[in-house]
């Protein structure tokens, strides 16, 4: 057989390899520069199949790069565009047609949560190897399109706000102008009478969340002692961010049930700014966003804060617009008040000054000739307007002097004795007037001013004989309760409503059921009123089981031990 032959091929692939590896770190390279790349960068080829994605687009869209290599560029772009780009791309492809390749545009983007943002697009196309490759450079214009709505939203705030000068409603407005724009979510809260918060507002992006995000708040309130959050804002006016709220869910619920809420709602990310008016806090905003890639940051919570004090304007306007109003309607009641009174005084001072200058001329120009008897009815006339003159005045002054009034000395007043004293004088001066007592002896001593005191009978005893049936007494009861004495002055009249009751202590006030039945400026009461409570004393009208009228004060019975034992030895040496 014929011996082996071997040939021997030497073959240097030093430069092959060597170029393979140039190759391999040019790539290297180059993926590093594009992932250091501040722009998202795409590359694809004809068939539209992604082959590199950059950390920044990883970032933009919420894919890892393994996650979208080797798939249709299409599933990053929101619906219509996803669904015309294949025609597009085989339109250029066939007519060379160009709209976006090698000219920058603004377009959706789709991130891998469904959520889109817009972005710069720019497309450039190299051919290697007969195959055409297009990049893709992308710029992220989530915050200068949010700066921007963020301007345009604070203008047309301040437009909205300043619509309305109602306190309420402004605050009431701020959640829907708020929600979508800065924040998924908004809920306004206030004060109720009562000084605690409540939520009056809220707008959200959807409304199964608003109607779950308003369930929680209006039934778990927010928690005062908690010093962070909604608490914080309302106490000390501080805002406060969580950007990665989910981890103090439990933190900030004041309730299980209101745990359960918030994990249902999975916020994501919360701001809370307060309304600050030159007043003090008139409430608070709370933001909220449902989305990982909506994260508030410091720059988010300087719009918040320049929102609300926006806000806060607005409704420190309403606020001077209403007390403006109010002013001006109190000036308005003022000034018909005065001219009513300066009616009523005029009417009342000219009818007892009418009667006594009357019979002053007569007995002046005929006292020579009037009889004895017609001359005494004159000068009973006389006496009688003098003393309406002297009490019209008197409780004029009162009123007067209880504007100013600071302090009132109280001291002891023997009950029995000085009832019975007012009530005899009363009846001394106005004849025919009958008054029947009915003095508990264990209503012994009250502690009280005594000219108030007498005062306040008084004008009591002149109601109820002035609207009292004619023929009838007028009673006056004294009876011990527990610390206090109660007195009663009860008449058979025509009574009171129980719906004018409150008005009957005001001043000028008279019953519709006797202002035309007599003659009075409607003082006696507010006088009577005033008094009391200077005295610390309760005062009360109701209408008389039976018919008629009751008008009581009740004074304090409580003594000093010291002033007890003067009065038991007073009382032993009388025995």
Known sequence: PAPWRWAIVC?????????????????????AMLDAAAEGVIVMGEDRIIRSFNRSAERMFGYAAEEVIGRDVSQLMPSPMREEHDSYVRRYLETGERRIIGVGREVEARRKDGSTF????????VKLAEERIFTGILHDLTQRKRAEDRQRMLAEATEAFNASLDVRETLMRIPSIVAPTLADCCIVFGFDPGGQPRALGIACDDPA???KAWQSVTQY?????????LARALAT???????????????????????????DLTPRSYAVVALKTPHGIAGALTLVSYHTHRRFDETDLSYFEELARRASAAIENARLYADSQRTSEELRQASAAK??????????LRTPITTIYGNARLLRSRAAIVAAED??????????????????????LVLARMETAETVEMEPIEVGKTVRRIAAEFCRRHLGTKIELSL???????????????????????NAAKYGAPGEPVEVEATAAGDEVEFRVLDYGAGVRPEEIERLFSPFYRAKETRTLVGGMGIGLAVCKRLLEAQGARVWARPRPGGGAEFGFALSAKLAPAVEEQLADVASVGE
């Open 237 to 263: 006016g501080e805002s406060d961010l969580y950007t990665e709220f989910e981890k103090h869910w439990e933190d900030v619920s004041t309730h299980p049930g209101q745990l359960g809420f918030i994990r």
């Open 118 to 125: 817009p972005i710069q697009l720019s497309i450039s196309e």
């Open 221 to 229: 309130p927010p928690d005062l002692s908690k010093p962070f959050g």
């Open 375 to 396: 001359r005494d009815v004159a000068l009973a006339d006389v006496e009688h307007e003098a003393e309406r003159l002297q009490r019209i005045i008197e409780n004029l």
């Open 440 to 462: 508990d002896e264990r209503a012994r001593v009250v502690i009280a001013q005594p000219t108030y005191f007498e005062l306040v009978l008084h004008n009591f005893l002149s």
């Open 11 to 31: 073959i240097d692939v030093d430069d092959r390899r060597r170029a393979q590896e140039e190759l391999r770190a040019s790539e290297e390279q180059m993926r």
């Open 209 to 211: 969340t608003e109607q």
């Open 339 to 348: 001219d009513e009174f300066l009616g009523l005084v005029s009417h009342e």
